[in-house]
């Protein structure tokens, strides 16, 4: 016992000694949950929207009026054919182009039933699918106001459309992702270069050569990136809660159980590393390129995993990213129990066993 | 807190190859026909040797004549291939873990942690061979007064000239007390005055019981020695005190007899 709380002490100091570093690994999630957050959460504000209408109308007039006094959007052309849509968003001059069908007051009039387009830049696509939903939102309100003044049921219909990227991909995934992410980073690269560093210095010598035991040595190296992993976890906890908003649907104590498990995995991901390495360059280019891009690509962080080809599916079944992303969107997003996500927590579980298993029997006790 | 008094001036150079009379003939490294190979590469070829207790024995040889692998062998951090090693009274090969516990090892690559501070690091290894806090903190102050080191007790020991980190390592080695003590080329890079103020804690440590098994290829060095062994490709070629070994070969020196030996070696340093 005295063996291992001296170790443990010796691999604090590492790190706390290590002031850069340490920089680095409590400043890296901040930066990233919030970069991640600007880019994909955009704030609607002033957007310029073009307008084609045919007919000069009460009721299209009172729509454009209500979505140009909105704050969210500025009318800023009035189109008259299809054929100047292109060039509307060639020029960059609207973000959204919304297109009132011909003789749509009429047909609103006398069929009770209007059909309106919208059609956004879905460059970025978190953009237009909130440009198309404030629209669609203003829509609805006039249309309560038609309603209250006849009986008549009025029915205007928005029709979304989007143009290039009509999927849709990765909507606000982000947090799940970048804890994903980061657990992995800090807990794998960093344990694994910390058993590789005492290889390259020289002390795992002066190690192998004292009656310290393997797994003392492993646990003693593995602690103190936990309880930094930790940290990070609750700092990217409450800025995702704070500051960008996005609230835990449900149970905190699973969210917290799942994420621990992860970082234990990524501990026993990174040991594996370590004991597969012999130079700190070696470790950081596997836990680098070895990880990093499965995780970013495969994991369901960037890319829907259902839409990839059954072989890289396959291959995101061993992620163990995949598996934990998808258990924080359970419970982060839709805001559910640990009840829906026994099947993420059973495979991360057999990934730490075999893990730290195999890094045990592989951890060298001597030198050849 | 209490002081300790400690007497500087012990430890004087002894007579060159003389061995004060050892009243214990105890054998603490005992190697049979120690052998190592690496695929058809037979680095470590059937050593045979005996080390008594409180000696210094040395351990010669060219670069790539196998002495660094032979203790690794010694020290378990490498399996023999055949042959049979007792250190310390224990099997190397079936009691590897009792052998650590009674041994001390020092590098040839300079092995404290650097991010630590002085007293840190002999806490730590005091730690790792099981001292209780009280011991260490008594045996850190008795040292650090021995070292003259007081001043440096709390700076880092990538702060320290070579000379200082080379006698700390050397000191961290012995804190636990060990039967045996192995040195890998302890003093490279460093001076002959250094060297030579280095050889005075290996006394005092055989002065204590110690016994010091050291690798090196300085001479100088070599004359320190009670007893020399020298490898040449693999093999030990001879083994006997400085003063014997001189003149069974009509050599001034050391460095004469190991010259004349190591112009036999076929093996090329790689």
Redesign the interface.
């Known amino acids: 016992m005295?063996?291992l709380?001296?170790?443990i002490?010796?691999e604090f100091?590492?790190i706390l000694?290590?002031r850069t570093t340490m920089m680095i690994l409590i400043l890296m999630p901040i930066i990233q949950i919030i970069l991640f957050g600007f880019a994909l959460t955009t704030e609607v504000k002033n957007t310029k929207v073009a307008v084609l209408a045919t007919t000069d109308d009460e009721v299209t007039n009172r729509i454009i009026e209500k979505i140009n006094s909105s704050s969210y959007f500025d009318v800023v052309a009035n189109i008259h054919s299809n054929d100047e849509i292109q060039a509307i968003f060639r020029d960059a001059k609207a973000k959204l182009v919304i297109v009132f069908e011909d003789h749509f007051s009429e047909n609103l009039r006398h069929n009770g039933k209007a059909h309106i387009q919208l059609i956004a830049d879905a460059t970025d696509p978190n953009a237009a699918t909130s440009f198309t939903f404030y629209v669609s939102n203003i829509i609805a309100s006039y249309q309560q106001e038609l309603m209250g003044t006849t009986k008549n049921p009025y029915q205007i219909t928005p029709e979304v459309k989007m143009l290039y990227n009509p999927q849709m991909v990765g909507a606000f995934n982000f947090v799940p992702g970048v804890l994903g992410m980061i657990m992995l980073l800090i807990c794998a690269m960093m344990t694994s270069i910390a058993i590789v560093r005492e290889k390259e210095?020289?002390?795992m010598?002066?190690?192998?050569?004292?009656?310290?035991k393997p797994i003392y040595t492993i646990l003693s190296k593995i602690t103190p990136y936990f309880v930094l992993s930790a940290f990070n976890f609750a700092t990217i906890m409450l800025l995702s809660v704070f500051v960008l908003k996005v609230p835990v649907a449900g149970s905190f104590l699973s969210l917290v159980f799942v994420s621990l498990l992860y970082i234990f995995v990524s501990l026993a991901l990174g040991l594996l590393i370590s004991t597969l390495t012999s130079s700190q360059l070696a470790a950081m280019l596997i836990s680098g390129m070895g990880l990093m891009i499965p995780v970013m690509l495969l994991s369901g962080m960037i890319f829907p995993i259902e839409n990839m080809p059954v072989i890289l599916q396959w291959i995101s079944d061993i992620v163990p990213a995949r598996w934990y992303i998808s258990a924080v969107k359970t419970i982060m997003i839709q805001g559910l129990g640990i009840s829906s996500v026994l099947k993420e927590v059973a495979v991360l579980s057999f990934m730490s066993i075999v893990l730290v298993t195999v890094s045990l029997k592989k951890f060298k006790?001597?030198?050849? | 807190m209490k002081l300790i008094f400690f007497t500087c001036q012990n430890s004087p150079f002894r007579g060159l190859g003389g061995r004060d009379t050892i009243n214990n003939m105890e054998k603490v490294i005992v190697a049979e026909s120690l052998t190592k190979r690496f695929g058809h590469f037979t680095a470590v070829d059937h050593i045979s040797f005996e080390v008594e207790k409180g000696e210094i024995f040395g351990f010669l040889g060219a670069n790539g004549a196998g002495k660094t692998t032979a203790m690794?062998m010694l020290?378990?951090?490498?399996?023999q291939t055949s042959g049979k090693g007792v250190v310390a009274g224990f099997d190397i090969a079936s009691q590897?873990?009792l052998v650590?516990?009674n041994?001390g090892?020092m590098?040839q690559?300079?092995?404290?942690?650097?991010?630590?501070k002085v007293w840190?690091n002999i806490?730590?290894?005091?730690?790792?061979?099981?001292m209780?806090d009280e011991q260490i903190k008594l045996k850190t102050d008795e040292l650090m007064i021995k070292l003259n080191f007081e001043e440096e007790r709390n700076k880092?020991v990538s702060s320290l000239p070579l000379g200082f980190k080379q006698k700390l390592a050397f000191s961290v080695a012995i804190f636990h007390n060990p039967r045996v003590v192995?040195l890998d080329e302890p003093t490279g890079g460093v001076d002959p005055i250094t060297r030579r103020k280095f050889w005075e804690l290996i006394y005092d440590a055989t002065a204590h019981g110690i016994t010091v098994f050291v690798t090196t290829h300085y001479m100088d060095e070599a004359e320190y020695c009670d007893r020399v062994s020298i490898m040449v490709d693999g093999r030990i070629e001879a083994l006997d005190s400085p003063a014997n070994l001189k003149k069974q070969y009509q050599a001034k020196n050391m460095d004469e007899v190991f010259q004349q030996l190591a112009r036999k070696a076929k093996r090329v340093d790689s």
Request: a positive charge; glycine letters at 10%; proline letters at 3%.
């Open positions: 005295k063996q709380l001296s170790f002490r010796k100091h590492h000694r290590d210095m020289g002390t010598e002066i190690l192998l050569v004292s009656p310290m006790v001597r030198l050849e | 690794r020290c378990g951090l490498s399996k590897p873990e650590k516990r041994i090892y590098s690559k300079f092995s404290l942690y650097g991010d630590l840190e806490e730590l290894f005091g730690g790792i061979y099981g209780t880092l192995f």
